[in-house]
């Protein structure tokens, strides 16, 4: 398997543009994550979906932000109207709820986003 | 609200030199806990998972330690080597849902 496939990897953007950041998880994975990483806050969780159904989106700083996960090998995460504090390394993650490797979070290699 | 600390933020030891990273939680009620490296510009890779009833998983020159009661887990590093070179997360999930809480990270720098 290829892994989590995140796209694109870089993105710079203007302040007020609508952003989409993509994510394939693994396939087989039940759970896919968003995180956002800064050196100010750290690793955040944004949200987390089960079977594509979101669980838990308290993570999400406002309205603006939304995730959706159509199928189970796709999700996406908008950001509109974008502003420059969202600038940071976008995550998404992917894990199993069984076999061996049960649990173990897999990481894609992020987006980096840059609001001006 | 669980709260991970990693000291120290940073660490720089010579190569082949065993070393000890830290970790601690302030909820001792945890599901599990993942120890992960990040390489600059690259995602996370889980090293090592760590069940709340195990108290120690080993994998090749990494051995992480888990103490519940005291919040505390321990990566230890054996050897090391300049291709260790890294920033290692731990990360704990509580009993409720499926998320992770993550330290703020331990740089470490290997030199040859």
């Known amino acids: 398997d290829a892994g989590v496939i995140q796209s694109p990897r870089h993105e710079v953007t203007e302040m007020g543009q609508e952003v989409t950041l993509r994510c394939k998880p693994i396939?087989?994975?039940?759970?896919l994550f968003w995180y956002r990483q800064t050196m100010m806050r750290g690793l955040e969780l944004l949200i987390y979906f089960n079977n594509n159904v979101p669980i838990d989106d308290s993570g999400m700083p406002e309205d603006r932000f939304s995730a959706k996960m159509p199928n189970a090998s796709f999700s996406t995460l908008k950001i509109q109207p974008s502003e420059p504090r969202d600038s940071a390394v976008y995550f998404c993650?992917?894990?199993?709820?069984?076999?061996?490797?049960?649990?173990?979070?897999?990481f894609g290699s992020g987006t980096q986003l840059s609001v001006l | 609200k669980q709260e991970v600390t990693q000291i120290p933020a940073a660490l720089s030891v010579p190569e082949g030199e065993n070393l000890v990273l830290n970790c601690s939680f302030t909820?001792?009620?945890?599901?599990?806990l993942q120890w992960f490296r990040q390489d600059p510009g690259k995602g996370l890779t889980s090293l090592l998972l760590?069940?709340?009833?195990?108290r120690e998983q080993t994998s090749g020159r990494l051995n992480a330690s888990l103490d519940k009661s005291s919040g505390r887990s321990t990566l230890y590093i054996a050897a090391s080597q300049p291709g260790d070179s890294a920033t290692y997360l731990c990360a704990v999930r509580g009993n409720a849902g499926n998320m992770l809480t993550f330290g703020g990270g331990t740089r470490l720098m290997v030199k040859p």
């Open positions: 760590i069940q709340s009833s195990q």
């Open positions: 993650a992917s894990s199993f709820s069984g076999g061996r490797a049960r649990e173990k979070l897999f």
């Open positions: 909820d001792s009620a945890i599901y599990n």
């Open positions: 396939s087989g994975h039940d759970y």
